[in-house]
Structure formats: structure tokens, C-alpha cells
């Protein structure tokens, strides 16, 4: 084979191995929201995020009770597919209140993650706010805006 021919068998082996990748941190990602909306039943959901061009991309997911006190804190922050959310217990039994001024959840260090939880709980806020909305994981589509 010419050396293009071998070139471009590389291109399709690595763009393969990207789409693999994908496909396998957007199904961790699935199988992490459905067991937070099967374990709580009640109360609301935010999910935000951070692409950062050159630096790390963040997702943040927080679940709250129809009280607004944090149930549930997870972060996946990363430059590769193979990022797993990491669950942060400190936070959780804290008001939303108290997490929207807090500035070690905020990430002193990591302004991306700082950036993904004020849209996770800007998410909360709307959904919330939705006239005739009820406390429920039921509605979590709304939620997505």
C-alpha cells in the first residue's frame, strides 16, 4: 500500500477509537442520571455543564428535595472519555442556599466547575419556577433548557 493508504487507514483507526470512547462516557453518563431518577423520587434535578476549549470540561449533576436541601453532588470533570463522576458527600444536607455561596463547592481552583454548578442550579431554579410544576424527577426533560 502507498503511504496515503496507510495514512488514512490511521485517520479511520483513530477517529474509530474516539467515536468508541464517546459512545462509552455517554453511556456512563446515562446509567448515572437513571440511577439518580430511580433512587429519588421526589424534589428536583439540575445538570450543567463547562466546555472548556483548552482546559478540563465539567459536568455537574445536583439532586435536592422539594425542600431545596442537596442530596446528591456529582462532578465529572476531565480532558478524556475516561472521566467518572465522582460523588461529593461534604456538600450533601446543605441548603441550595448555602451551596450557591459556598466557594469551596464553587472551585476556587477550577473555574469550569465553579461555572457548571451555578448552571445545574440556575436549571433548578427554572424548573422550580415552571407554573404548575410539582416537586418530581418525572418533569426532568423540561428541566433541560
Known amino acids: 500500500m502507498a503511504i ?3 495514512g488514512l487507514l490511521a485517520l479511520f483507526c483513530v477517529w474509530a477509537l474516539q467515536s468508541l470512547g464517546v459512545w462509552l462516557q455517554m453511556r ?3 446509567d448515572v442520571f437513571k440511577g439518580v431518577t430511580q433512587q429519588f423520587n421526589d424534589g428536583f434535578v439540575g445538570a450543567g455543564n463547562f466546555r472548556g ?4 470540561g465539567t459536568i455537574v449533576v445536583i439532586v ?3 425542600d431545596l436541601i442537596v442530596r446528591r453532588l456529582l462532578v465529572m ?3 478524556t472519555v ?3 463522576f465522582r460523588r461529593h458527600e461534604e456538600f450533601e444536607g446543605m441548603t441550595l442556599e448555602g451551596l450557591r455561596s459556598n466557594p469551596a463547592v464553587l472551585g476556587e481552583g477550577e473555574p469550569g466547575v465553579a461555572e457548571a454548578v451555578k448552571r445545574a442550579i440556575e436549571q433548578i431554579d427554572r424548573a422550580r ?3 404548575g410544576r410539582q416537586p418530581g424527577l418525572s418533569g426532568l426533560n423540561a428541566a433541560r433548557a
Open 77 to 79: 470533570s476531565g480532558r
Open 4 to 6: 496515503w493508504q496507510w
Open 28 to 30: 456512563h453518563y446515562t
Open 82 to 84: 475516561f472521566t467518572k
Open 53 to 56: 476549549r483548552f482546559s478540563k
Open 129 to 131: 419556577s415552571e407554573p
Open 64 to 66: 435536592v428535595t422539594p
